[in-house]
């Protein structure tokens, strides 16, 4: 409203109050003429107050409309600072790309390297007749591999057979050079809840026209003739590429990698076993090595100082191939053993004899002291998961739980 409009309404309504205060008593003469200027006062009065009332709703409308005015230029900002955001995380997801295949680079190369120079200790080892020994294995034969996406319809590939033990080594060797060291994975379970809390990966090999080498094939032949280093090598990458892959969608997910005891004891190829994982070191808390029990003790010097660095970088460790109750807790997690692994036979057949439960019990309280895990594993049937539950027994591992399957590059 404009200036000369508020003029006029307070000149009407003062002019009809001068002429009611001053006009009635000449229209009406008996009326007192201060009575007449009073009602003139009250009606100015009403008209001052009808105007002021008009003027703050006419403030409020005007106040109303620069809030709603503010509230859209709020609102496109917001809407353009979403917008620099969103192109912000776009960037920076595909900087997170571009710098993880930078870093892949090196890791590749890293791992050819090192499986080329073992190939030819190793063809230099066969032209001298060197056989090279081995005291473990890296996973019973009897083992399946779960996938971690679970993929619906997967079908094992076809078995290698061979006739004779030339054929399985040529295979190997092929498979080796080839790069078909597949990772299989099978799921460790909280129990009662069966929820998959790591899983451990173990290799197989592909043969040349895609026939799977299962572990009670190849194993054995491997050992006697100095290939399984090769192998754990190239599972080791496997797993350092897998967790890398799912960083982002899977955080949570951790891995048990087997290594050999012909590994640990290789004081050529176990050094650069050991610097791989040093240069990548922020997966430590996602991948947990596993050693044979027996192998793991008796390590000497060399593997002791390598371990103990791994130790420093965040790395855990775990045993597996445990066959009595009589575990050194302390001693194990003063070498950086976070996890035993107990065979559910041997478990079972100790809590039917006499005391068995208490003994069990014993050893659970004194892992739990020491910081340690205890995993039952080759848990076969439900009999075995309910017996065990009485325990209890809080991490399990076997059929029961996960049927064979291939870790896929989208798991």
């Not at 190997?172 to 460790?188: K, M, T």
């Not at 000497?300 to 807790?329: C, E, I, N, W």
């Not at 004899?353 to 019990?361: D, F, K, L, T």
């Amino acid at each position: 409203m404009s200036l000369f409009t508020h003029a006029f309404l307070a000149l009407f309504y003062f002019g009809a109050a001068a002429v009611l205060g001053l006009g009635l008593p000449q229209i009406v003469p008996a009326l007192d003429p201060t009575v007449a200027i009073a009602i003139g006062a009250l009606v100015a009065l009403c008209g001052l107050f009808v105007h002021h009332v008009y003027i703050r709703s006419d403030s409020d409308e005007s106040v109303h409309q620069e809030l709603a005015q503010i509230r859209r230029g709020h609102a496109e900002v917001m809407h353009e600072l979403e917008t620099s955001l969103a192109q912000m995380r776009r960037l920076e997801d595909e900087l997170a790309e571009l710098r993880a295949k930078n870093a892949a680079t090196p890791d590749v190369v890293a791992e050819m390297k090192v499986l080329q120079t073992l190939l030819k200790q190793l063809s230099a080892n066969q032209a001298k007749g060197v056989a090279p020994s081995a005291s473990g294995d890296t996973a019973p034969a009897s083992e399946a591999l779960a996938e971690a996406t679970r993929a619906a319809g997967w079908k094992p590939p076809p078995r290698f057979a061979a006739t004779n033990e030339a054929d399985v080594l040529d295979a190997i060797r092929e498979a080796v050079a080839s790069n078909r060291i597949d990772i299989y994975l099978q799921p460790v379970v909280r129990l009662p809840q069966r929820k998959v809390v790591f899983y451990e990966a173990l290799s197989r090999l592909r043969s040349a026209d895609g026939r799977l080498m299962e572990p009670h094939v190849y194993l054995d032949p491997a050992e006697r003739h100095g290939l399984i280093g090769a192998i754990d090598n190239g599972l080791l990458f496997r797993c350092v590429q897998l967790l890398r892959k799912v960083e982002k969608r899977r955080p949570d997910l951790a891995f048990f990698c087997n290594v050999s005891s012909h590994t640990l004891e290789d004081r050529i190829f176990f050094p650069q076993f050991v610097e791989f994982l040093e240069q990548n070191a922020q997966l430590a808390d996602r991948l947990v090595l596993e050693f044979p029990f027996d192998a793991f003790l008796a390590y000497g010097r060399a593997a002791d100082q390598a371990l103990a660095g791994l130790m420093d970088r965040g790395y855990r460790f775990s045993v597996d191939h445990v066959k009595t109750l009589d575990v050194p807790a302390r001693q194990l997690a003063k070498r950086g053993v976070a996890y035993v692994k107990l065979d559910a036979a041997t478990m079972l057949e100790r809590l039917r004899q006499p005391g068995g439960a208490a003994e069990a019990r014993r050893l659970r309280t004194t892992l739990g002291i020491a910081g340690v895990n205890l995993i039952v594993e080759k848990i076969e049937n439900e009999s075995d998961v309910i017996e065990l539950l009485d325990l209890p027994v809080e991490l399990g591992q076997g059929f029961r739980f996960g049927e064979p399957r291939l870790a896929r590059e989208a798991a």
